[in-house]
């Protein structure tokens, strides 16, 4: 298989090449975008990891800035890739709600290299399988059971299949949906093939530590923030009331959803949506797993809730179908305390390195008061 893995750098996409390097033929694209990022914030991970062209991969490499739509067209035309797996974003919603610059920047790299993907697989390899990672914040936080994008609804005596109604609750993950409206408007309109990822967020390391780390309250998930807090001996930031659910998935879970989407290609014209997560649990439930994690490799941790800086409801009905990987022959790994004492071990091991000022929220959803 002739496959092109953009965004190659980051947490899920390094993780995936260290896996699947040889079973390829492989390009890995990356600009270093994220990496601009957290410069520019003064953010720093919380290990070093090696840059894509430092790495002893076996792939081929290239270093292009997606949102150039001539570039994009000579790769994907030179190439001519069986299949696209689609990671290059602007990763972060504290990021993308931090003004109207990097509102702005956040929907021009994520929509505009998604649309740059779209029309060259058009032009140049349509029979192309793109795999995008969008999100499950897509969908924010609806009173009903979240399908698996497609639902039927039967309203005033007349029926249709549509794509579930999403309502985000950041400019981030407003770019999403704008990505997923895309690439399911190319398949309906050109008959492209597309699975697209509705990601959890992702939690769980190496021991090697092959993958970045952010803990910081910009770029880091909650699970690896209260890791990080646990074991620099701060109490764990707990945003509002903690009934925010979230659906997670482990990284090993994560990589394996991406090759068995690989091993899965839609038909012509077909936009596959898979939920891509395990489980689901709410914000205290993980502050307390992880409290207890650390508790049994003697490290006394506390909860303290803070005022939330985001406009969310912070207790609701959550629940999500998952059945399309199951059905591909996902066997998940749950959320369990020799994980979470697998992943305090490693940031232990760089505790020195964890700054506690990176922690603390730096973005306040609401403008007003």
Same mark, same amino acid.
């Given at each position: !298989? ?322 399309? !990987? ?35 929220? !730096? ?7």
């Amino acid at each position: !298989m002739k496959l092109i893995v953009l965004g190659a750098d980051g947490y899920i996409g390094s993780e995936f090449m260290y896996r699947n390097d040889i079973h390829h033929d492989i390009i890995v694209v990356d600009n270093y975008y994220k990496r601009t990022l957290l410069g520019e914030e003064k953010i720093t991970p919380l290990y070093d990891v090696p840059y894509i062209h430092e790495r002893e991969w076996k792939c081929k490499k290239s270093f292009i800035d997606i949102t150039d739509s001539s570039a994009v067209d000579r790769l994907i035309k030179n190439f001519k890739p069986d299949a696209i797996l689609h990671l290059g974003e602007q990763p972060s919603a504290p990021w993308s709600m931090n003004g109207a610059g990097k509102a702005t920047r956040t929907i021009d790299n994520n929509l505009n290299g998604t649309l740059n993907i779209i029309f060259s697989v058009l032009a140049h390899a349509p029979d192309a399988h793109i795999i995008k990672i969008g999100s499950m914040g897509e969908y924010g936080t609806p009173n009903v059971i979240i399908p698996e994008g497609w639902f039927d609804l039967d309203y005033r005596g007349r029926q249709d299949r549509l794509l579930f109604p999403k309502n985000p609750h950041s400019i981030y993950h407003l770019s999403k949906v704008f990505e997923s409206d895309a690439l399911a408007f190319a398949c309906k309109t050109w008959g492209l093939k597309v699975t697209d990822l509705n990601q959890g967020f992702v939690y769980g390391t190496t021991s090697e530590a092959r993958s970045r780390y952010c803990y910081d309250a910009m770029f880091g998930t909650s699970i690896n923030r209260f890791i990080a807090q646990a074991v620099a001996g701060i109490p764990l930031t707990v945003y509002g009331k903690g009934g925010q659910t979230r659906g997670l998935i482990h990284i090993s879970d994560s990589i394996k959803c991406l090759e068995l989407a690989l091993q899965n290609t839609p038909t012509a014209g077909q936009f596959v949506v898979a939920n891509q997560l395990t489980e689901w649990k709410t914000i205290n439930d993980i502050a307390a797993m992880v409290v207890g994690a650390a508790e049994q490799m003697a490290i006394t941790a506390t909860i303290e809730p803070i005022d939330n800086p985001r406009t969310e409801q912070e207790e609701h009905f959550y629940q999500a179908d998952h059945s399309v !990987m199951q059905d591909y022959g996902l066997r998940a790994i749950p959320i369990n305390h020799a994980l979470l004492m697998e992943q305090i071990d490693l940031v232990r091991f760089y505790k020195d390195n964890i700054k506690k000022e990176l922690i603390f929220p !730096m973005v306040k959803w609401s403008k007003r008061g």
